[in-house]
């Protein structure tokens, strides 16, 4: 599968912005989806997690009631909304499949073998 994240940009602290991700080559109901980010010197961290029928969600503690993460397998698109934005949301943000099977949710990165190019969100203060 290949995927596309777009979406990113420049925005105002306490701003919002929505990201996509669409998905080419096998369907995007076959995977778990979800969105990383890696800031400018860190360490790519996790951000959101959607199960295949996108019945469950996980998130990470910085970003949980500001982000929601959604899918819309029909238009093989995952979305992640961020609002409140904050100046520490500054990153290119990557979001990737995870074709396992399993019950739950990962949150470490090499459980997703496919991976997008990256958008750049800015979120000046």
């Known amino acids: 599968v290949q995927l596309q994240a777009s979406g990113g940009g420049l925005v105002q602290a306490g701003g919002s912005l929505g990201l996509s991700c669409a998905a080419s080559?096998?369907?995007?109901?076959?995977?778990?989806m979800g969105w990383f980010r890696q800031a400018p010197g860190k360490e790519r961290e996790f951000v959101a997690a959607i199960m295949r029928s996108g019945g469950g969600t996980y998130y990470a503690d910085s970003v949980k009631g500001r982000f929601t993460i959604s899918r819309d397998n029909a238009k093989n698109t995952v979305y992640l909304q961020m609002n409140s934005l904050k100046p520490e949301d500054t990153a290119v943000y990557y979001c990737a499949a995870d074709p396992s099977t399993g019950y739950g949710l990962s949150y470490w990165g090499s459980a997703f073998d496919y991976w997008g190019q990256g958008t750049l969100v800015t979120v000046s203060s």
């Open positions: 080559g096998r369907t995007l109901s076959r995977y778990k």
